[in-house]
Each structure stands twice: as C-alpha cells, then as structure tokens.
C-alpha cells in the first residue's frame, strides 16, 4: 500500500488517487447490480466521533455492513480520548482490537497522534484542517457529471465561500490531479499561504491551474462545477453577523449567479447546508444541483477507502492453517 493511513490526500500520487476512485467506481458499479463483495468479512472498523455527524457515521457504519464487516461507534463520553487516558495509549489499545480506524476529531494534530500510536490504518474523517474521504467523493461525482467531451484535468471547479476545511481539501485534490481550480471569498476569507503554496507545488507537477479572487461572477463564469459549503463552523459562532455581512449577498449561490456561468455547470455543496444562507432553496433543488449524488457517494467512497486500505491487511489463512485451527478449536470444546 502506498501509505498506511488515511489522513491527507497529499499523502497519495496523482496515479494512487485515480487508482483508487476507479476501484469506488467499480464497487459502485457491482452495487448497482445487487452485488456487494463481502471483501472485509469479519473486518471491525472503530469509529471515533469527537462531534455528530449524518454522511460520515452512516456511510462509514453501512459501508462496513455491506462489506461483510461490523462498525463500533464510539463517542466522548464512552471512550477516554485524551482525557484519563493519553491519546497514544487510546490509540495501541484500539488497534489491537479493530482492523481499522476512522477518526472524526476537533483537532487535526488529535488524529495525527492516533495514527502514530496505531497498528492499523487510520481514516481522517474530518478535522478541523482537512476532509479527506469527502473530497474524494467530490471528484467522483464530478467524474460522473462531466461535460460530454471533457476530461478531469479539463474540468474548471470554483468555490465560493469561506476558507473552510473542505476548500482546503477541495484545493488540494483538484489541483493534484490537474484540474483548474479557482476559488472566490472576500479577501479576509482566502485560503492562508501555506494552503497556497501546497497548491502551487502540486499544481506544477501536475499541470493545473490555480486562482483566487474576489470577484464571484468572474470567478464562475467557466465553471463546470460550482462548489460552496458553510460559511462558519463550530466555534465561530460570535463571528456570524461578521461573517454574514462578509458574504452577503455577493457570495450567495442564487440562480443569477448561476447564470453567470455556462449552462452545463453544476451545483455542490458538502452538506449541511444552511439553506436561505450560503445558497438559496431554488439553487439547491435545481436540476443544475447534484448534492444528493454527492452525498450517496460517500457511502461507496467509504467502501472502497476501507477496501484500499484494510483489504491487502487482513490474514487470510491457508485452508491447511484453518484446518488446523478448527481442529485445536473442536479440541478443546470437547473437553468441556
């Protein structure tokens, strides 16, 4: 495998990364005609919530159904995370109970430390600096809704919005795999240096491209994909009448700002979404709007990141071991 954990895109080539959305696609694929490879049977999958979630919780946990294998869901209150109990030994006592981790965590440094301490593989399932596994799903659905005749490295995405940790995550795929990436925030809500550079570095080794501006409607006007997400988050809370100001009404997706850009461009949003806030309800429920694609995505991109992942992993015993194991087993029950 090229990396044992799950936490950043960066992590993976531009070859690893399609690699890996081709086997969602095929999973995807067999699951649209009923077939569902029990390829982690057996498999247990810890799942750690510092903070709820709707996509992340039900797509991991059924991800782990379908594939044969079972999910523990694990929330502040019933595990010492950090707290009566170090993060590192959290981290070596979980492992040797699962075959994987998944980690949705306030701090990014928190699921770096776990991924030190573990023996399995770790999967960023949100932190506050980056969100791995919903980007990757983003980059499907645009595979699925591309313009006839375009390639992916064709594809222009622009955000509108707040620098949050999907723009950042968006940022970087995009620009790994070679797309045209813009995006559009007033000037206080632009993505900080070291994202930039981040970006330009893979944007010259793969030959995308890389804008940010101010002006939205310039921003959007070759879109293919027009993206947008929160415009504040946990803990920012005082800084919404800033924030609304900030953003309203220039940054608000509405049909007119739709209209700004070609007739094919589609609609993201990550969700949640607050809606009459950061997009309007006719934009959301729009023909133009695939959000709901995009959030039946993160269930197949769930299975094939535990698959890429866990799949090479686990023991697979000769039938002479299993034999041999069942019979020691059958041994000692008889004694009983």
């Known amino acids: 495998m090229p990396s044992k954990h799950f936490l950043d895109t960066q992590d993976f080539t531009k070859a690893e990364l399609l690699e890996l959305i081709h086997l969602i696609g095929v999973l995807k694929e067999a699951d649209r005609k009923g077939v569902r490879p029990k390829l982690l049977q057996d498999a247990s999958l810890g799942m750690i919530f510092e903070e709820p979630s709707t996509r992340t919780r039900i797509s991991f946990e059924v991800a782990m159904t379908h594939l044969g294998g079972h999910a523990l869901y694990l929330k502040p209150g019933e595990i010492h995370l950090g707290e009566r109990e170090s993060l590192y030994d959290t981290g070596k006592v979980v492992s040797r109970m699962v075959d994987g981790i998944m980690a949705r965590t306030l701090k990014h440094q928190t699921v770096i430390e776990l991924a030190q301490a573990s023996d399995v593989p770790v999967i960023n399932g949100l932190t506050d600096y980056n969100h791995p596994t919903q980007v990757v799903c983003d980059v499907l ?125 589609k609609f ?27 959030a039946e995505n993160r269930l197949h991109t769930e299975k094939g990141i535990l698959v890429w992942m866990l799949y090479p992993r686990l023991k697979r015993p000769t039938e002479a071991v299993r034999q041999a194991a069942m019979n020691n087993v059958e041994e000692a029950l008889s004694r009983l």
Request: charged residues 20%; aromatic residues 8%.
């Open 268 to 294: 993201m949003h990550c969700l949640p979404a607050s809606r009459g806030v950061e997009v309007t309800d006719q934009v959301m429920d729009s023909p133009a709007s695939i959000i709901f694609d995009q």
């Open 141 to 265: 659905t645009m595979l699925e809704h591309l313009p006839p005749g375009k390639r992916l490295e064709d594809a222009e995405v622009t955000f509108v919005g707040d620098a949050t940790n999907v723009l950042s995550s968006l940022m970087f795929i995009c620009t790994r795999l070679g797309m045209k990436f813009t995006h559009a925030a007033p000037e206080r809500y632009q993505p900080p240096q070291e994202w930039l550079h981040i970006a330009q570095r893979n944007c010259q080794e793969s030959g995308g491209s890389l804008r940010v501006a101010e002006d939205v409607r310039t921003a959007v006007h070759k879109a293919d994909f027009i993206y947008t997400d929160l415009w504040w988050w946990v803990g920012q809370e005082n800084e919404i009448p800033e924030r609304r100001q900030a953003f309203m009404p220039d940054y608000q997706i509405t049909a007119e700002l739709m209209a700004h850009a070609p007739a094919h461009c």
